[in-house]
């Protein structure tokens, strides 16, 4: 059965809702409370993160640690209270911590502001004037807060797949129609998405374990998880950290591997299908060599083939154990059966971790939002190199969705974004470059040539009797060659350490 998240306002009746609903059900209850209580218990003020959060965006920085751990906790809260049955979850945006898991019924419950308001002056004994002030600050509130944690406005209903208004339905009716929609075959968990959510919880634990061990508490660490192989990347300042990082998460429950890799920065490679040794994958490598990063892989397919995304289009984690065909869990047997793209997806990635540049990987299916949903906004990319994608379509259509996909993505992010034939050419020197580099060298030369050889010349024009009869000669000349020499000088400069790739 489905994972419900019940997201309202406060007075809007959604957590009447979730406890009628889960009654209904047979459902466990999970509510905002009980992950807050955890999160405190686990050492992060939930309390001051927000008001530091929604009143001072100043400390946001200084604050992201804390974010991140609690963010870490909730997840795992709710992985872990699903894991033991059915759950119904009530909060602000809790389903936006399990991307990838397609087996979750999100809900948005709306209520009337008259409703809510006369709600509010019952039970915290306000007049109208007031409640109707405070409802507008908590709601300002919330909204901040959302933004902030999950960047996504809370108010946007193509964020649910169902849109409650209490005003003109009573919660009983609500909570029965619900009690419908929980079983459609839609919102049924299948291996692949519990694999998912297998991922989300190892992710979220040795987030935990990571923040609260004091061996790596104040460690700038990043976690990725793929298949349970935990893969942690640290910036040269953190290389301390990376033998006690081993140490914390061994024995994770899920984990099966663990690899560190150091970072000066991140670049996140995106591409429908990656092949080790190919023209993008040797151009990518350089890179990170130069920039000493770690390179993410993100295989993405928005048109999902049977067997790599779940109903929804969300994005689904690369299994070691998936059928390509079916989208199951294979029987234990000899021979473990991988796609193709499976396999030349898991050869990529081997292939970056042999050369120590490893950053993790996963597999997104869907539409740009879950695109969007996969990409961590936490971690410093450096460049998004956009690969081929959309393979399955003509060779102008692959082009326009490409270059608009980029665009978005650039709109999105705090990185740039390039496409891997652009970066190619960027770091590759051609023989039609070399022919450039030749030519602009010859001209430079002629140039100084000419100047050099023609001195009294050019002396009289600047100065001498040449310019007192014809003044107007030495700005026109000025304004002629110096630029010229300068284009041509900066171009066989920027050549020739391209050349010999000086970053």
């Keep these: 059965m489905p994972i419900i998240f019940i997201c309202s306002a406060p007075y809007s009746g959604g957590e009447r809702l979730a406890r009628l609903l889960a009654g209904k059900l047979g459902y466990a209850f999970l509510g905002r409370e009980e992950v807050v209580a955890r999160a405190n218990e686990c050492g992060i003020p939930v309390g001051k993160l927000e008001v530091a959060m929604i009143k001072k965006p100043s400390v946001q920085e200084r604050m992201a640690r804390l974010k991140e751990r609690y963010l870490a906790v909730a997840t ?51 007049p109208r004037d007031k409640a109707e002030t405070f409802l507008s600050e908590v709601d300002q509130d919330i909204r901040a807060w959302v933004r902030f944690v999950h960047h996504v406005d809370i108010d946007d209903p193509h ?35 519990r694999r998912a959510m297998e991922e989300r919880l190892l992710l979220s634990r040795a987030g935990i374990r990571l923040a609260l061990d004091p061996r790596t508490a104040e460690a700038n660490l990043t976690v990725r998880s793929s298949e349970g192989v935990l893969t942690v990347t640290y910036s040269p300042r953190d290389a301390r950290f990376a033998t006690s990082a081993v ?37 990518v490598g350089e890179l990170s060599r130069r920039w000493g990063a ?40 000899e021979e473990v059966r991988l796609s193709p793209s499976d396999r030349l997806f898991r050869e990529t990635l081997e292939a970056l971790v042999d050369e120590g540049r490893s950053g993790g990987g996963q597999t997104v299916a869907g539409g740009r939002e879950n695109l969007l949903s996969a990409i961590n906004p936490n971690i410093p990319y450096s460049l998004v190199v956009v690969g081929d994608l959309f393979l399955g379509k003509s060779h102008a259509a692959r082009v326009r969705m490409t270059r608009d996909l980029s665009v978005f993505l650039s709109n999105s992010l705090k990185a740039p974004v390039i496409s891997s034939a652009d970066l190619g050419k960027k770091l590759s020197f051609s023989p039609s470059q070399a022919v450039k580099l030749a030519a602009a060298l010859a001209l430079v030369v002629l140039i100084f040539a000419a100047l050099l050889t023609h001195q009294e010349s050019v002396i009289g024009i600047m100065g001498g009797e040449a310019h007192e009869s014809h003044p107007w000669i030495a700005p026109v000349l000025a304004a002629a060659v110096v630029p010229l020499v300068a284009g041509l000088y900066g171009f066989v400069a920027g050549a020739f350490l391209k050349l010999i790739k000086f970053e």
């Design 247 to 283: 140490e914390v998460l061994g024995g994770l429950p899920g984990c099966r591997e663990i690899r560190c890799t150091m970072a000066d920065t991140n670049v996140l490679w995106i591409e429908e299908e990656f092949r080790p040794g190919s023209p993008p994958f040797r151009d």
């Design 159 to 193: 964020r649910y797949d169902l849109v409650v208004n209490l005003e003109q339905i009573s919660i009983e009716n609500a909570a029965a129609a619900l009690c419908g929609i929980a079983e459609l075959p839609d919102f049924r968990p299948t291996p692949a998405s």
């Design 76 to 126: 795992a809260t709710i992985c872990e209270k699903a894991a033991e049955g059915d759950l119904v979850y009530c909060g602000r945006a809790g389903h936006h911590l399990l991307p990838g898991v397609s087996h979750v019924i999100r809900v948005h419950v709306v209520s009337s502001r008259e409703r809510r308001v006369e709600t509010a002056m019952q039970r915290i004994k306000l």
């Design 294 to 333: 770690a390179v993410e892989l993100l295989r993405y397919r928005s048109d999902p083939s049977p067997g790599q995304a779940e109903a929804g289009g969300e994005p689904v984690p690369a299994s070691p154990r998936m059928d390509p065909e079916t989208g199951g869990i294979e029987e234990d047997g």
